[in-house]
């Protein structure tokens, strides 16, 4: 059984690479994880206008947090993703570190 992924998440070693640090504490209770750091990734996606969106845990292992990353392979966040705090049946939203991943790209790269 694969949990996670060493490597970059681009479709080539030379793709373009936004990173951004982020914890626990920078998002409050909306932090979505049960690790409590990591980077946010994000690369071009294959299909123009898509991106590839992961999150990279301190010791390396990378976690899918859109569908485009999951697409490529990367799996999903279900082995670190926190159970919502008032309901178990729901986990806390991952929106915001997507929003975070495409926000880095196109601040770093234009798009």
């Known amino acids: 059984?694969?949990?996670?992924?060493?490597?970059?998440?681009?479709?080539?070693?030379?793709?373009?690479?936004?990173?951004?640090?982020?914890?626990?504490?920078?998002?409050?209770?909306?932090?979505?994880?049960?690790?409590?750091?990591?980077?946010v990734e994000c690369c071009r996606g294959e299909v123009a206008g898509t991106h590839i969106v992961v999150f990279r845990t301190k010791g390396g292992v990378l976690y899918a947090l859109n569908g485009t990353a999951k697409a490529r392979g990367y799996p999903g966040i279900h082995p670190i993703w926190r159970d919502d705090p008032e309901d178990s049946r729901l986990k806390v939203d991952p929106g915001r570190l997507i929003a975070l991943g495409l926000r880095a790209w196109a601040e770093d790269y234009g798009e």
């Not at 998440?9 to 951004?20: M, N, Q």
């Open 1 to 39: 059984m694969i949990v996670g992924m060493v490597c970059t998440p681009s479709c080539s070693e030379k793709a373009a690479l936004a990173v951004r640090p982020v914890t626990a504490q920078d998002f409050g209770t909306a932090w979505p994880l049960t690790v409590d750091s990591g980077t």
